[in-house]
């Protein structure tokens, strides 16, 4: 396996965008003071967190390449990290969990209820922000890109345990539910800095094809990632009914037996959890999934070429290598 | 008590707007039709409900008087009633209802969960359609409602069985969980139609009132409805540790005895729920509360008479006393 990269790679990638990254985590901590007391603690609760800021960069790294206003590309970054934070507070609604990013979540502290009324407010509050920005058309595709995020989370919700869903289902749901939101951080970004269309298309497909490789990586590390450094317990997804590429990949590998199939029929028992799990995360299977993440990161750095070098450009490219070598 | 409004008048009402609100309808109906057949069904069975499409109409209505792209105000009132559709959603989640405009709630069919996600959804939608618009402020605005709507719905539900809750805080909560979204429905179609700064700040003060008085109503109905036209039963906001206007009226003139306190600290005991509830619902309390849903009424008819009576004006006006005389 390639060396993890330590935990300050991310800030050396980070290095061209350091100061207006500070300036959009002080744009957070500055959100969180609202007129009700309740409300402002857990917005900083959810605000002020370990998250890694990955959307937000791509959005201030993206938008380097052309000269421009850069309070609308720091509010954009706002925005996309604002939605981001929202559907993980609707999405922890939804699979109960009680820890994200090292911190209880709103939903374990105070029930469901608050924690859907708490997102609503936060996906407002980005909308609203990104009103500021002034450019309809990027208004227009923030909003469908919430519309993709629910969706995606939807299509995952109701295909749990059916053991006939398809790879192009999930290809379409990790579009939805992962890549959508990074392909709106970098496109946007462009938009918003008045790059030409080639450029805007160029970035738009890098942000994209990273967004699905994220997500591949992910779903990877649900099998093989350290429980301790990943946050969730080996097969988790699985364990929810979830089928991911490395689930995929075993059953076309697979002599005919299926015990994905048969854990879904039977979805309280451990043992055949067990048996999936072990037939998934083969060597085999982790390094062909890591192949699939790969090939898209090729075509994100090929479709990068086309921006002039820069040290945005090369943030950028560090990030392919950084999504595909993380341990977490 | 007043004679109750036929539930035809609400159709005469809507006379001047019949065939736009048709249309608004039909824009409905077509916005359930998705490439996802699970949410399309759960779409239609939303959108196309029996409610009295009262915010849409007022959108309608009100940009009745200055002539211009009717498109526009179409996608307005649309987008109005998806958001009101959206907060219903959200709302059964959080108050567990199973039913709404005499249909089963989604959350009561599929969970909670799929409700939050689908509501998400059709939040996402309305702010995509507003776009449509192409105006910023008016798309701000509506974003910031979004924002009002959830922060309301969070005031209401941390309030509950808090016996020091204020009038003002009710006020402020009323306003924010149902009156910001009438006013908006008002002011922007002003606006979209190109009304005069006068016309729009009239607009919106009729609408506001309006919405202010619609839930002062809504809390005496729940005192004082019949539970089978209303759809809940007797004293069902106090049952739930909510405090609305009839209820601070009755402790004001109450000689002391607080048995709202009593039934706070009791929450289970229908008999201290049973008392609380008696001691509210007597007629002179009943009619100061009336008293102030009309004052708001009067405000609402000033407002109106700065724009030159016409058919949707007339129609502003019957749906002010239709708002205090009715009985659901």
């Keep these: 396996m390639a060396v993890s990269p330590d935990r300050e790679t991310i800030g ?166 992962t890549a959508s939101l990074f392909a709106v951080s970098g496109e946007s970004a462009a938009t918003i800095s008045g790059a030409p269309d080639e450029h805007v298309a160029a970035l738009r497909e890098y942000s994209y094809e990273l967004g699905m490789a994220f997500q591949i990586v992910d779903d990877i590390l649900d099998f093989e990632g350290d429980p301790e450094e990943f946050g969730k317990p080996v097969g988790s997804d699985l364990a929810h009914g979830i089928m991911t590429l490395p689930t995929f990949i075993a059953l076309e590998r697979s002599n005919g037996s299926n015990p994905v199939k048969s854990f879904f029929e039977d979805r309280h028992n451990d043992k055949l959890l067990a048996e999936a799990v072990e037939m998934i995360r083969q060597p085999e299977i982790m390094s062909e999934a890591y192949s699939e993440a790969s090939r898209r990161c090729d075509i994100a750095h090929q479709a990068l070429k086309s921006i002039p070098r820069s040290p945005s450009r090369d943030s950028l490219e560090l990030l392919l290598d950084y999504v595909v070598r993380r341990r977490w």
Tied chains: 1, 2.
Excluded: W
């Design 12 to 177: 050396y990638i980070y290095a061209p965008i350091q100061e207006r990254l500070a300036r959009v985590e002080g744009r957070l901590r500055d959100m969180a003071n609202v007129n009700f007391p309740f409300l402002s603690d857990l917005l900083s609760h959810v605000y002020c967190s370990s998250g890694k800021r990955m959307r937000p960069a791509i959005t201030l790294l993206a938008s380097g390449f052309h000269s421009h206003d850069e309070l609308k590309s720091e509010i954009m970054a706002t925005a996309i990290e604002l939605l981001h934070i929202a559907t993980l507070i609707h999405d922890d609604t939804v699979d109960e969990s009680d820890f994200r990013r090292g911190r209880t979540t709103i939903s374990s502290m105070y029930g469901k209820d608050i924690a859907v009324l708490v997102g609503d407010y936060i996906f407002a509050s980005s909308a609203t922000l990104v009103c500021d920005i002034g450019h309809i058309g990027v208004i227009r595709k923030f909003s469908e890109t919430i519309m993709d995020l629910s969706n995606g989370e939807l299509r995952e919700r109701i295909s749990t345990y059916d053991p006939e869903q398809s790879l192009d289902d999930y290809y379409t749901r990790i579009y939805s539910k």
